[in-house]
């Protein structure tokens, strides 16, 4: 590993991974602090609507009972700005190398030192599981944090949390190795975004219809999203191991294939 | 040792070929130009050889090494300036060069300083601050501190001012005394002459002229006078191209070797001759427009 590589992909995720990280600490320190006070108007008799039960439903890809603990964690974990701030940095990461440095005409001089594109390809990919890592562990920490600073003592326990904190890891991983190939080949960075932005709102369209629409459900094992679900996860009490394991699989198999493509291409001037 | 080799270079994008079979040895210590028209290859060239570009046929092989398999070892011997460099945003000289430091794991803050401050840059302006002619030197000192065996530069002087056209010369004479290769690519021919021992001229992908400076001065074309002492008539000989024709003055331009005019005109009458310096310009043009079609080695 090219200690120079890493340090100048380090100094390029740096703002982005700072903005995202905030965000994200921010939203979970803040729906953890209001979950007692939204718990108290959120009662069962809301679940009986088949409208929020609907939306609920689509919102963490299961059928929901009850109202509980479990139920807002779950929220917090899949809620939009959430999602929003994971796969934003995700994508934009994951697309600064070839695409964004081919677009604004840097990769000459990234490339014209003494380096391999495999070499660049790992650093970038070092440094952005590593910055993945640490938004994910910012997301733990402010969740963490809120539930203490509300005294919420009925809450998931810690072992639950770290599960969904490493499945949303996974589904990091899994969605940057997608962008990583949506950009291997790429002349322009807005192209190398689209694909994965709508294979993503794709995604979540197939969750939210699946519960409500058979033809969904048959398609929904397509779904990166399908493989993220913390309201099962919370409810069985149980580390989502073979989902993070098709994450996982996912991920290498599009990082190896944009690495293979990467180190093939031409990279023509910006 | 050719430092530069090239054999059936060529390079397609889709139907257009951008580069065509191009034939290229450049010696180590030669101080070499590249020189065409926007468009005709020289970028393309430049960029094969650095390998971020795969041929579409031949090979090339820099410092001995392949440049698309093995340029990682051959980019180790080599400083790169791009054309039309970019920066990010957040790079300055200071920032820059510890990069490159260990990216190429080598002491070059002081060798690097010393540039920064001959070509007048602030060390920690950062590029976005910066503009099109101090990026451009920020480029030429990353490319350059590390006092590579070969020097590849795209356009150097593009966006920088005169003064500092003529220190960048001044240095590229230094490293080339010192032992470095330099090859560089330029549109103007001004850039090349009185720089540079060899040029190639390339157009729309091909070598047209592959000559040593001198040479090339000696088929430029020049400038003649000649006053005839009594009335002249005929024709003139199939190297001059007469301009303007009386009995006793005929201006032109001489299109070959002086010697054949010399030994012509010792067969006339001639009152009095004139010859002016070589117009490498109009030569260049030529090859630009496609009027001329020599290739020598």
Same mark, same amino acid.
């Given at each position: 590993m090219n200690l120079g590589l890493l340090h100048r992909a380090a100094r390029e995720a740096l703002g982005l991974t700072m903005l995202c990280g905030l965000g994200i600490f921010l939203f979970q320190l803040l729906f953890a602090l209001l979950t007692p006070v939204l718990a108290q108007d959120f009662s069962d008799q809301f679940l009986k609507t088949r409208m929020s039960r609907f939306f609920l439903s689509a919102m963490l890809g299961a059928e929901i009972d009850s109202a509980g603990p479990s139920l807002f964690a779950a929220i917090a974990w899949t809620h939009p700005v959430q999602l929003t701030l994971i796969f934003w940095h995700a994508i934009a990461s994951a697309t600064r190398v070839p695409a964004a440095e081919v677009e604004r005409g840097t990769i000459d001089l990234l490339l014209g030192w003494p380096v391999s594109r495999w070499q660049v390809f790992a650093a970038e990919l070092a440094v952005f599981a590593l910055s993945s890592a640490l938004i994910v562990l910012v997301a733990l920490g402010g969740s963490r944090l809120g539930l203490w600073l509300s005294g919420a003592s009925d809450g998931p326990g810690l072992s639950s949390a770290c599960a969904i904190a490493l499945n949303l890891y996974a589904l990091c991983l899994a969605l940057g190795g997608l962008a990583w190939l949506c950009s291997a080949g790429a002349e322009r960075r807005g192209r190398a975004i689209a694909t994965p932005v709508v294979l993503v709102l794709v995604s979540m369209l197939i969750n939210f219809l699946a519960p409500v629409w058979e033809p969904a459900k048959s398609l929904s094992f397509l779904s990166v999203l399908h493989y993220y679900q913390p309201f099962a996860s919370f409810a069985r009490g149980a580390w989502p191991f073979g989902e993070v394991a098709v994450l996982l699989a996912f991920a290498v198999v599009t990082s190896a294939l944009a690495a293979l493509w990467f180190q093939r291409r031409d990279l023509r001037a910006g | 040792m050719d430092l530069v080799v090239t054999e059936q270079l060529a390079k397609c994008y889709g139907a257009r070929a951008a580069l065509a079979g191009l034939d290229l040895r450049i010696p180590e210590g030669s101080l070499f130009g590249f020189l065409g028209p926007n468009g005709a290859g020289k970028s393309t060239t430049l960029r094969l050889l650095l390998g971020l570009l795969r041929p579409s046929a031949g090979r090339a092989w820099l410092c001995g090494f392949d440049?698309?398999?093995?340029?990682?070892?051959?980019?180790?011997?080599?400083?790169?300036?791009?054309?039309?460099?970019?920066?990010?945003?957040?790079?300055?000289?200071?920032?820059?060069?510890?990069?490159?430091?260990?990216?190429?794991?080598?002491?070059?803050?002081?060798?690097?300083?010393?540039?920064?401050?001959?070509?007048?840059?602030?060390?920690?302006?950062?590029?976005?601050?910066?503009?099109?002619?101090?990026?451009?030197?920020?480029?030429?000192?990353?490319?350059?501190?590390?006092?590579?065996?070969?020097?590849?530069?795209?356009?150097?002087?593009?966006?920088?001012?005169?003064?500092?056209?003529? =220190?960048?010369?001044?240095?590229?004479? =230094?490293?080339?005394?010192?032992?470095?290769?330099? %090859? +560089?690519?330029?549109?103007?021919?001004?850039?090349?002459?009185?720089?540079?021992?060899?040029?190639?001229?390339?157009?729309?992908?091909?070598?047209?002229?592959? =000559?040593?400076?001198?040479?090339?001065?000696?088929?430029?074309?020049?400038?003649?006078?000649?006053? +005839? =002492?009594?009335?002249?008539?005929?024709?003139?000989?199939?190297?001059? *191209?007469?301009?303007?024709?009386?009995?006793?003055?005929?201006?032109?331009?001489?299109?070959?070797? %002086?010697?054949?005019?010399?030994?012509?005109?010792?067969? *006339?009458?001639?009152?009095?001759?004139?010859?002016? *310096?070589?117009?490498?310009?109009?030569?260049?043009?030529?090859?630009?427009?496609?009027?001329?079609?020599?290739?020598?080695?």
């Open positions: - | 440049a698309w398999r093995e340029g990682r070892q051959a980019r180790a011997e080599v400083g790169y300036l791009p054309g039309e460099l970019r920066l990010p945003g957040w790079m300055s000289a200071a920032s820059g060069l510890a990069l490159v430091e260990r990216v190429r794991k080598r002491a070059l803050a002081r060798a690097g300083l010393q540039l920064v401050e001959r070509l007048r840059l602030d060390p920690r302006v950062p590029a976005r601050q910066m503009s099109s002619g101090m990026r451009q030197k920020l480029g030429l000192v990353l490319a350059l501190a590390h006092e590579p065996r070969l020097l590849v530069l795209d356009e150097p002087s593009s966006a920088l001012d005169p003064l500092v056209q003529l =220190e960048l010369q001044a240095i590229l004479r =230094e490293r080339s005394r010192a032992g470095t290769t330099i %090859v +560089f690519s330029s549109h103007s021919l001004a850039e090349v002459d009185g720089l540079c021992e060899r040029v190639a001229i390339l157009r729309e992908g091909r070598l047209v002229a592959h =000559e040593s400076l001198a040479t090339l001065r000696a088929l430029a074309p020049r400038h003649v006078v000649l006053r +005839f =002492e009594r009335a002249r008539v005929g024709e003139p000989p199939a190297f001059l *191209e007469l301009e303007t024709r009386t009995p006793t003055l005929w201006r032109g331009t001489l299109c070959g070797p %002086v010697q054949e005019l010399l030994r012509w005109a010792a067969a *006339e009458s001639i009152a009095d001759l004139s010859l002016g *310096e070589a117009d490498l310009e109009s030569l260049f043009h030529r090859h630009y427009r496609g009027e001329s079609n020599s290739v020598s080695a």
